[in-house]
């Protein structure tokens, strides 16, 4: 069983950044693709960025290329999400997610752990 909590979120301007991060409990953390998503009022969640477990391959929306940057510290159990050049269209609930068995980062239900979420509001 794996346990997430996320932290970070906020509000923030146009153009401002945000870090969010993700603790997770849990001996095999380091094994887990780590994904973030999002979703926003009356639209279906979808991916953002996810990073497998050994770091050396991560995958971003398109939306968010070029902008926000995953990365992960498995000693700590936690997983980031930078998100800088922050957009009104950003706005959403962020949600940390564990895959065990390395599916489609794309793909909600490849994800076997969620956390509550963070609401991230960026105003114009």
């Known amino acids: 069983q794996v346990q997430l909590v996320e932290s970070g979120g906020g509000l923030a301007q146009a153009g401002g950044s945000l870090r969010l991060s993700c603790a997770a409990s849990g001996r095999t953390f380091s094994r887990y693709t780590?994904?973030?998503?999002?979703?926003?009022?009356?639209?279906?969640?979808?991916?953002?960025?996810?990073?497998?477990?050994?770091?050396?391959?991560?995958?971003?929306?398109?939306?968010?290329?070029?902008?926000?940057?995953?990365?992960?510290?498995?000693?700590k159990n936690t997983v980031f999400l930078q998100m800088n050049s922050l957009k009104p269209e950003d706005t959403a609930v962020y949600y940390c997610a564990a895959d065990r068995d390395g599916g489609s980062w794309y793909s909600s239900t490849a994800y076997d752990y969620w956390g509550q979420g963070t609401q991230v509001t960026v105003s114009s």
């Open 34 to 75: 780590m994904g973030w998503f999002r979703q926003a009022p009356g639209k279906e969640r979808e991916s953002v960025a996810a990073i497998r477990w050994s770091a050396s391959s991560s995958y971003y929306a398109d939306s968010v290329k070029g902008r926000f940057t995953i990365s992960r510290d498995n000693a």
